[in-house]
C-alpha cells in the first residue's frame, strides 16, 4: 500500500477488519460517527472465561431457590422433630423416671448410680416445665394484649424490632443455662466441686425458661395486634422490616460457616414464626367463639407473611453467594451436616439429646415455646366432662403419631443424606486430642467437604465411637465405682455398629414416605 499523505487519515473498518485510507479534508462527520457506531463489532469470544462465569452466577442464581427451600424444609422438620418432642416423649420418659425415683427404696442401692444421667435430665426438663407453666398463669394475655394495642404504630414497630434481638440473646445465653444445670446434676460425684450447686442453676434455668416465655408471649401480642388491626399498617411495617434484612446481610463478606450459621437462623426464624402464627390464629378463633368464617378472613395475612419470609430468604440468599462466590451445592453440604448431627444423636450412647443438639446448632429452645403453647390452648379451649377427656387423649396419641411419624421420614432421609455424602466413617472415628481442631479430609474429591468447623463441632459433640461388638447373649456390665478412669468411662459408652444397622432401617421406609 501507499504511504499516506498529510491529507490522508487512517480509518478502522470493523466490518472486514481492515484499515482504509479515505480521504479527510472536510474534517469530522456526524454521519460518519453515526455509521461507525452502527457497524462497529466486538466478539465475546475473546474474553470467554469471563462470560462463562457470568453464565454460571445466573444458574447458581436460579438453583438457590431449590436448594434453600429443601436445606429449609428439612431443618423445619428436624425443629418440628424436637418441638414435638417436649409434649410427647418427654412427658413418658420424666413419669418413667419418676416411677424409678420412687421405686429406688424398694430395689435398693446397688449401683453407684441412682438414676441414669438422661433420667435426671428429663426429670429437670419435666419439672421446669411444671413450675413454668404454673407461673405463666399469674401472666395476664388479655391484659398484655389490651396494652400492647394502645400504643402507637410506629413505637409497636420499634418493640417488635426490640423483641427480635431479646430473642437471639435469650436462645443463645438460654442453651448455655440448660447446659451448664444438665451438667452439674450429673457431673461424676468424685470430681473436685467447682460450681454453686444443682438449686441454683436449676432456679436460674427456670427464671430463663419463664422470661422467654413472657418475651415470646409480646411478640405473639404484638402479632396479634398487627392482624387485628384496621388497616393492616402495622402489619406492612412489620413485614417491610424483614426486608430492611436483606440491605443489612447481602453486602457483607460470608464465608462458608457464617452462610451455614445464617441458614440455621433462618430455619428457626421460620418455625418460630410458624408457632406464632399458630398462636395468633388460636386467640383470634377462641375471640370469635370458633366461628370458621373468620379463619377464612385470617388466612390471607398469614399466607402473605410467611410468603414474604420465603422471598426474603431466597433474595437474600441469591445475592450472598453471587457476591461471595459460593456455589448452589453448598446447602447439599448443610444438609449432610444436619442430618449427621441426627443420625449420631440416634445411636444407643449418645452425648446428648437430639433436641438439646438442635438447640445449639439452630438457636431454638423448644422448652419456651412449648410453655407459651401450652399457656394458650389450656386458656382458649376449655376441657369439660369425659367426652373432653377422651378427645384430649386421642389429640395426645396423634401427637405420638405424628412425632414418630416425621422422626421415622427425617431419619430416613438422614441416612441417605449422610451416605451421600460419605460420612458414615465419621460416625465410628476414635477420638484424638486435635480432632476438633483438624480439618477434616476430603471423603469425595469430586465434592467440596462441609465446612471444617461444622465438622469439627459435629465430631466434638455428637460423633460417637465403637469398639469389636459383643456377643448378643452376654448381659452388660454393672457401672463401676465413681473412682475409674475417664479413659474407661470413655471405652465403656461407646456404641457398637449395630447402631447404625438400626438407624439404616428406617431409610427405605423413611424414603417411602418422604
Not at 316 to 338: G, M, P
Not at 461 to 481: A, G, L, Q, R
Request: aromatic residues 10%; glycine residues 4%.
Amino acid at each position: 500500500p501507499a504511504t499516506p499523505t498529510k491529507n490522508r487519515s487512517q480509518n478502522f473498518n470493523c466490518q472486514n477488519n481492515v484499515i482504509e485510507y479515505s480521504d479527510d479534508s472536510d474534517g469530522p462527520s456526524l454521519l460518519r460517527f453515526m455509521c461507525a457506531e452502527l457497524t462497529r463489532g466486538y466478539f465475546l469470544e475473546h474474553n470467554e472465561a469471563k462470560y462463562t462465569e457470568r453464565r454460571e452466577r445466573v444458574y447458581t442464581c436460579m438453583r438457590i431457590p431449590r436448594e434453600l427451600e429443601r436445606l429449609m424444609i428439612f431443618g423445619f422438620f428436624l425443629c418440628l422433630d424436637a418441638f414435638l418432642y417436649v409434649f410427647t416423649l418427654l412427658p413418658l420418659r420424666t413419669l418413667l423416671a419418676f416411677l424409678r425415683l420412687l421405686t429406688i427404696p424398694c430395689c435398693g442401692l446397688g449401683g453407684s448410680r441412682f438414676l441414669q444421667p438422661a433420667q435426671v435430665c428429663d426429670l429437670l426438663k419435666g419439672l421446669i416445665m411444671v413450675l413454668c407453666y404454673s407461673m405463666m398463669h399469674y401472666v395476664d394475655y388479655a391484659m398484655m394484649y389490651h396494652l400492647i394495642r394502645g400504643q402507637s404504630v410506629i413505637k409497636l414497630y420499634i418493640i417488635y424490632n426490640m423483641l427480635e434481638v431479646a430473642d437471639r440473646l435469650f436462645s443463645s445465653f438460654g442453651q448455655d443455662i440448660l447446659d451448664a444445670l444438665y451438667w452439674t446434676a450429673t457431673e461424676p460425684k468424685s470430681r473436685k466441686r467447682a460450681h454453686i450447686g444443682v438449686i441454683p442453676h436449676f432456679f436460674m434455668a427456670v427464671f430463663y425458661v419463664f422470661l422467654h416465655a413472657i418475651l415470646i408471649m409480646v411478640q405473639a401480642s404484638t402479632l396479634n395486634v398487627a392482624f387485628n388491626s384496621h388497616n393492616k399498617s402495622l402489619l406492612t411495617i412489620m413485614m417491610s422490616n424483614n426486608f430492611v434484612e436483606i440491605k443489612g446481610s447481602v453486602f457483607k463478606k460470608f464465608e462458608k460457616n457464617n452462610l451455614f450459621q445464617m441458614s440455621n437462623s433462618d430455619i428457626k426464624e421460620r418455625f418460630t414464626n410458624s408457632v406464632l402464627l399458630l398462636i395468633v390464629c388460636l386467640r383470634n378463633m377462641e375471640q370469635f367463639s370458633w366461628n370458621s368464617d373468620h379463619l377464612w378472613v385470617l388466612l390471607p395475612d398469614v399466607l402473605i407473611v410467611i410468603m414474604s419470609e420465603v422471598a426474603v430468604d431466597i433474595v437474600k440468599h441469591a445475592f450472598i453467594t453471587k457476591f461471595n462466590d459460593i456455589t448452589a451445592d453448598v446447602y447439599s453440604e448443610y444438609k449432610a451436616s444436619l442430618a449427621f448431627e441426627l443420625v449420631s444423636s440416634r445411636q444407643q450412647n449418645a452425648y446428648t439429646d437430639y433436641s438439646d443438639s438442635v438447640a445449639r446448632r439452630m438457636g431454638f429452645i423448644p422448652l419456651p415455646l412449648a410453655v407459651l403453647l401450652i399457656r394458650v390452648v389450656m386458656s382458649s379451649v376449655k376441657i369439660q366432662g369425659a367426652l373432653s377427656s377422651v378427645c384430649l387423649l386421642l389429640f395426645y396419641l396423634g401427637l405420638i403419631t405424628m412425632k414418630v411419624l416425621n422422626n421415622i421420614v427425617i431419619l430416613g432421609k438422614s441416612c441417605r443424606y449422610v451416605k451421600e455424602a460419605n460420612m458414615e466413617g465419621k460416625l465410628f472415628e476414635r477420638p484424638t486430642a486435635q480432632t476438633s481442631k483438624q480439618t477434616p479430609k476430603k471423603a469425595n474429591p469430586t465434592k467440596s467437604p462441609p465446612p471444617s468447623d461444622i465438622l469439627s463441632v459435629s465430631q466434638t459433640h455428637v460423633i460417637f465411637f465403637v469398639t469389636s461388638d459383643p456377643p448378643p447373649d452376654s448381659p452388660p456390665k454393672p457401672e463401676e465405682s465413681s473412682s475409674e478412669t475417664p479413659q474407661s468411662t470413655e471405652l465403656k459408652h461407646r456404641a457398637t455398629k449395630k447402631d447404625l444397622l438400626e438407624i439404616d432401617r428406617f431409610t427405605i421406609c423413611g424414603n417411602r414416605i418422604g
